[in-house]
T-cell receptor
Framework: GESVGLHLPTLSVQEGDNSIINCAYS??????FIWYKQESGKGPQFIID?????DKRQGQRVTVLLNKTVKHLSLQIAATQPGDSAVYFC?????????????FGTGTRLQVFP | GAGVSQTPSNKVTEKGKYVELRCDPI?????LYWYRQSLGQGPEFLIY????????DSGLPNDRFFAVRPEGSVSTLKIQRTERGDSAVYLC?????????????FGQGTRLTVV
């Protein structure tokens, strides 16, 4: 399939290490944020979300941190595995609780080495 | 169950031609979205439907682009007089409904190449 993001920022980590992927969002009124994972030739896959009334949310091996003061979002992946290799996008929505229109960031490519 | 299905997976067309891209959402999902993803970029919103009606088409770039969902299930994105700049991956997503905690599931996309 087509490779997504040939010129994206790249984060290279060793298998087993923790990964941190950062994202700056644009709209201070956004109140819902989502991280997506996109493998080559596939559509984006939901990983984790967070609302603006929270600053941290944990899932299985993943944690999302939200800093509204500086409009910054991060995704932490614990014990990174080769299957985590993909392009990761943050997305924000407008000032409502609808996911009806997502605004995606440019993405970060995560490469995991054995 | 089956996920969001998009056909064709690849489409090559000549400049000036008309193309149709099809999206079959997950059964029972009332909300359907179209996005366009250029190489090296994140997806860009085009249009979304709630049922049969286009609730927001503000992302359609110009009047060459049109989308329909006549029976509230399958949707077709139609592009007239294609231009080379239309080349991209067109992604469709569906969700159970609009609103809180409603995850959107994406299809694998249709890669459109205009030559």
């Amino acid at each position: 399939g087509e490779s997504v993001g040939l010129h994206l920022p790249t984060l290279s980590v060793q298998e087993g290490d923790n990964s941190i992927i950062n994202c700056a969002y644009s709209n201070s009124a956004s109140d819902y944020f989502i991280w997506y994972k996109q493998e080559s030739g596939k559509g984006p896959q939901f990983i984790i979300d967070i609302r603006s009334n929270m600053d941290k949310r944990q899932g299985q091996r993943v944690t999302v941190l939200l800093n509204k003061t500086v409009k910054h979002l991060s995704l932490q992946i614990a014990a990174t595995q080769p299957g985590d290799s993909a392009v990761y996008f943050c997305a924000e929505t407008g000032p409502s609780y609808n996911t009806d229109k997502l605004i995606f960031g440019t993405g970060t490519r995560l490469q995991v080495f054995p | 169950g089956a996920g969001v299905s998009q056909t064709p997976s690849n489409k090559v067309t000549e400049k000036g031609k008309y193309v149709e891209l099809r999206c079959d959402p997950i059964s029972g999902h009332t909300a359907l979205y179209w996005y366009r993803q250029s190489l090296g970029q994140g997806p860009e919103f085009l249009i979304y439907f709630q049922g049969t009606g286009a609730a927001d088409d503000s992302g359609l770039p110009n009047d060459r682009f049109f989308a329909v969902r006549p029976e509230g299930s399958v949707s077709t994105l139609k592009i007239q007089r294609t231009e080379r700049g239309d080349s991209a991956v067109y992604l469709c997503a569906s969700s159970l409904t609009l609103g809180q905690n409603t995850e959107a599931f994406f299809g694998q996309g249709t890669r459109l190449t205009v030559v």
